[in-house]
């Protein structure tokens, strides 16, 4: 089945650097590539996803890209404010089951 | 518009107690689906559910059951809690599986003693 590895697990940056998570997937199937934020005591928010047939996808300071290829994500956080602290996990999507979920990234941001 | 509701928020059982975990969603979602949130393992699948009627087993399924009688509820059963299952428990739906993305519940923090 599908194997989602997700690094950083921890990731550290000042108020206004940029932040930038990867993950790996390993079934060459997967085509839905999804990312939530988690706050403190909170469910997960899908914040931004990407298909399979798109190599990039922007929302304002948040972008995804894609390399289907080397079978890797990434999720870009420009600009980052207090506020984007949170876990953030990918995920990916297993054939005919369900989505598949990295470990999780921790993000702190200093003011 | 509630979304995705957990009942209980919280509990406490003791090795060998039973109990279900309801999850409701009013979104009239077709998929329905059962993670569990442990420290430095991310969200793991345990059960999901394509419809009514219909469960499948996921990752982590042992040690649990799952009923979806009614659309719009999703239960997960302990029959003989142990230690290990000490954890959140999150509750998710979509309108289409997998490709679409998933409204999750705010989770059921379960400790087993």
């Known amino acids: 089945g599908e194997n989602v590895e997700q690094h950083p697990s921890t990731l550290s940056v000042q108020e206004g650097d940029s932040a930038v998570i990867k993950c790996t997937y390993s079934?060459?199937?997967?085509?839905?590539f999804p990312w939530y934020k988690q706050e403190l005591g909170k469910g997960p928010q899908l914040i931004i996803d990407i298909r399979s047939n798109v190599g990039e996808k922007k929302d304002q300071r948040i972008a995804v890209t894609l390399n289907k290829t080397a079978k890797h994500f990434s999720l870009h956080i420009t600009e980052t404010q207090p506020e984007d602290s949170a876990v953030y996990f990918c995920?990916?999507?297993?054939?005919?089951?369900?989505?598949?979920f990295g470990k999780g990234t921790t993000l702190s941001v200093s003011s | 518009n509630a979304g995705v509701t957990q009942t209980p928020k919280f509990r406490v059982l003791k090795t060998g107690q039973s109990m279900t975990l309801l999850c409701a969603q009013d979104?009239?979602?077709?998929?329905m689906y059962w993670y569990r949130q442990d420290p430095g393992m991310g969200l793991r699948l345990i059960h999901y559910s394509v419809g009514e009627g219909t469960t499948a087993k996921g990752e982590v399924p042992d040690g649990y059951n799952v009923s979806r009688l009614k659309k719009q509820n999703f239960l997960l059963g302990l029959e003989s809690a142990a230690p290990s299952q000490t954890s959140v428990y999150f509750c998710?739906?979509?309108?289409?599986?997998?490709?679409?993305?998933?409204?999750f519940g705010s989770g059921t923090r379960l400790t087993v003693v």
């Open positions: 998710a739906s979509s309108h289409l599986m997998v490709n679409y993305g998933y409204t």
């Open positions: 079934d060459s199937a997967s085509n839905y």
């Open positions: 979104m009239n979602h077709e998929y």
């Open positions: 995920a990916a999507n297993q054939a005919g089951t369900a989505l598949i």
